[in-house]
């Protein structure tokens, strides 16, 4: 209470967080505008091709990025943790700095990695979440974000294929730790008593193909499964798993009196964006009653397009899925998604006794589920996500997903697809026209990598040779406004382009001019 303007001596001063976190956002999102606008202006000069002809020592302005070493970066960032706040000016002056020497993924020609900026819609999902701040490990803490995420999980599961009365899903950390996550799902639903006994004296083995993801052997190294438990398994010509020989290796396994229990099959390969033929590994998953696993963190996605979801023929039968959509439909980093045919299984693996934290809604309810009847089906709804998941501190990634799908709407990502797989149809078709470039991709890609040489050698010491103009002209893209990537051959490194639902066709078109301006001084 107040008396003639002056305080109560025991009244506390009021919150005014709001009004800081209006301040504060306010001079963020101005610098983020900024950021963001430099690069659609970028993307206008790229368009105008003239400026990737200009000579080396005229490069055209770069917004991509301010390129400095380690070393030199650090001096230049001054960063320091001090003992006193530095306030609004301290925090502004930081996220200026940051900015000014962080890559701008914004930038058109950022076209390096299996990702790109988010959408607009994304950044503004992704602020909406920070500011709830919720834990979804229980239901209790976070309601509304526990229900979005099971229904969009659920939804995500039906498109592949997976429409059980208990199918669904829960969010990951990222693509490999839900590969991890499937395989102990795997390893305690076939295997059970493992949960509590360890392997005993079985020597589990898995199966993966030449091309697929690193974070298969990781797993298999942290669970203590061991590198030589994962068998690679032979591609064809076209980089996809051969089931005869997946077969082959299963049943040699069993001779050595190896347990094999678990298929990874790739739906769009790191690097070729290859599409493992999924019906054929399902029957042979099948045959020897081995767990399937899709990891579809990069190609899953295309599950929207009616023109490339054939691609994924025979997902459907899979046991687990792992999605991105942080990948191909540009939602905001991280975004990962574990989908299965059964989430009982993914209680039975993870479930864990934790009075402190689940808790039973009423004396007859076990705890973390509710059940009801779908038909004449009992089935029983998770609500603790927890305890499905390694994970108990869960940011609720799925609303980001949530969110920018209800704004472009299924066919609005299906059209935004399309458009990314059409400018990889057109870099390629580009390259494979011009004289000094080596197509490596076929044509139309699989997926939205372009992988190329240019002014490929041969003869002695080609390798090494390659490798070196490959390198180089990555180097002197940079300045030019271009971030694209490489990966090892047999003929030596070569490049890797990848495209995304907002790369434009005037981009490109100037890449390849780019490259043939700043090649075109580089002597094999």
Not at 131 to 149: D, G, K, R
Not at 189 to 195: A, G, I, R, Y
Not at 247 to 252: G, I, K, L, N, S
Not at 320 to 333: D, E, F, Y
Request: glycine share 8%; proline share 5%; with cysteine.
């Amino acid at each position: 209470m107040h008396t003639n303007g002056v305080r109560a001596p025991n009244e506390q001063k009021p919150l005014q967080r709001a009004d800081e976190a209006n301040e504060l956002l306010t001079a963020v999102k101005g610098l983020v505008v900024d950021f963001i606008k430099q690069a659609d202006q970028d993307a206008l000069q790229k368009a105008d091709s003239r400026h990737q002809q200009q000579p080396e020592t005229d490069p055209p302005c770069n917004t991509l990025i301010e390129s400095q070493s380690p070393i030199k970066l650090q001096k230049l960032l001054d960063f320091s943790l001090p003992e006193h706040g530095r306030g609004r000016d301290g925090l502004v002056s930081m996220a200026q700095i940051i900015l000014k020497y962080s890559v701008n993924t914004w930038n058109q020609g950022f076209l390096d990695k299996l990702y790109a900026s988010p959408t607009p819609v994304g950044l503004a999902a992704d602020v909406l979440l920070a500011s709830l701040n919720t834990n979804v490990h229980i239901y209790q803490v976070s309601p509304a974000l526990t229900v979005i995420e099971r229904d969009t999980c659920r939804a995500m599961a039906s498109m592949m294929g997976l429409t059980g009365p208990w199918a669904g899903g829960v969010s990951q950390s990222g693509g490999s730790a839900a590969n991890q996550t499937s395989m102990v799902i795997a390893r305690n639903n076939l295997f059970p008593e493992t949960k509590e006994e360890g392997y005993g004296g079985r020597r589990f083995v898995l199966f993966t193909s030449e091309h697929g993801h690193y974070s298969v052997e990781k797993a298999a190294q942290m669970f203590g499964f061991g590198s030589k438990a994962v068998r690679s398994v032979p591609v064809d010509e076209q980089g996809r798993m051969r089931p005869d020989a997946l077969d082959a290796a299963v049943e040699r396994a069993k001779e050595n009196g190896e347990t094999p229990f678990y298929v990874n099959a790739t739906a769009g390969t790191t690097v070729y964006g290859s599409f493992d033929p999924l019906d054929e590994i399902a029957d042979i998953c099948q045959k020897h009653n081995l767990w399937m696993h899709v990891d579809g963190s990069w190609g899953a996605s295309v599950i929207f397009s009616e023109k490339q979801k054939y691609k994924l023929k025979g997902i459907e039968r899979a046991d687990t899925v792992a999605i991105c959509p942080h990948k191909m439909m540009n939602v905001a980093l991280t975004c990962s998604l574990l989908l299965g045919k059964d989430l009982r299984q993914f209680h039975k693996a993870m479930t864990l006794p934790a009075g402190y934290l689940f808790h039973s809604n009423s004396g007859e309810e076990e705890a973390n589920g509710t059940e009801h009847t779908n038909g004449e089906t009992p089935v029983k709804e998770y609500w603790d996500l927890g305890d499905l998941t390694p994970q108990c501190g869960r940011r609720g990634d799925s609303l980001k997903l949530a969110l920018s799908w209800i704004y472009y709407g299924t066919s609005g990502y299906a059209a935004y697809i399309d458009h990314a797989f059409d400018m990889a149809s057109y870099l390629a078709s580009l390259v494979s026209t011009k004289p000094n470039f080596s197509l490596l991709s076929e044509n139309p890609p699989p997926c939205l990598q372009i992988c190329f040489y240019f002014n490929k050698q041969s003869g002695r010491d080609a390798e090494s040779r390659n490798s070196r103009i490959t390198e180089q002209i990555k180097d002197d893209l940079l300045p030019r406004g271009f971030m694209i990537d490489y990966a090892p051959g047999e003929d030596g490194k070569f490049f890797r382009v990848v495209v995304n639902g907002q790369t434009r066709k005037e981009t490109v078109e100037a890449l390849v001019i780019a490259i043939e301006a700043v090649g075109a001084g580089i002597t094999s």
